[in-house]
């Protein structure tokens, strides 16, 4: 197994995880879950090499309503839940030198003060991640296609309720937003076939 290497050059990137921390209580979530679990173990190693490159790493999570929450609160009631909101939480780890946003809406940018944190950051490139990949993901893209983000959505990094879901908006997102999609994690024997 081998982590892709981000084409940064010497653009500014930033990693934005977007709904991964969350407790799964809305309708579909059993179907959906398993396959975020998934994601976010691939995520969690890439989350190991941009650290290591000093990358800033952004959670951005809805807040369902709680608007006296906090994203600390949020990330200790998965705990306390168990199951995939637990797992996944112990897969990413977040850290004191993360940034985190509270989202009221699809959007990572909507309503938050992400617009901000990557122009402090200087940020030129974006690396998605999440769930879902055809609405929060989508959501996110499209607007930081708007504000002129090159974009990277690594296919393994972001989970949708299907697979058949999953191809659709990682498809339309290549068309549309010019995101480069490829997996984060290579598999040996797709390193191999790729290096003929």
Known sequence: MQLVKPRTNRRRT????????????????QKLAPRAIRAARKTALLIKKLRADR??????????????????????????QGGASADIVAALQPTGEDFAILKPRHSAFY????????????????????????MCV???????????????IPADCVAGF?????????????????ADIRAAVRSPSTHRARAR
């Open 162 to 178: 299907t697979a058949s879901q999953e191809r659709s908006a990682l498809s339309l997102m290549t068309r549309t937003l010019a």
């Open 55 to 80: 990358v800033p790493v952004i959670y951005a999570n809805d807040n369902f309503g709680q608007w006296r929450s906090d994203f600390r609160g949020l990330v200790n009631k998965c705990v306390r």
């Open 111 to 134: 309503g938050t003060p992400l617009d901000f944190i990557l122009e402090e950051l200087k940020v030129e490139r974006l690396v998605l991640t999440g769930i879902a990949v055809d």
């Open 14 to 29: 930033a990693l934005v995880l977007i709904d991964f921390v969350n407790l799964f209580d809305f309708e579909g979530a």
């Open 138 to 152: 989508f959501a996110t893209a499209q607007d930081s296609h708007v504000r002129k983000f090159s974009l990277w």
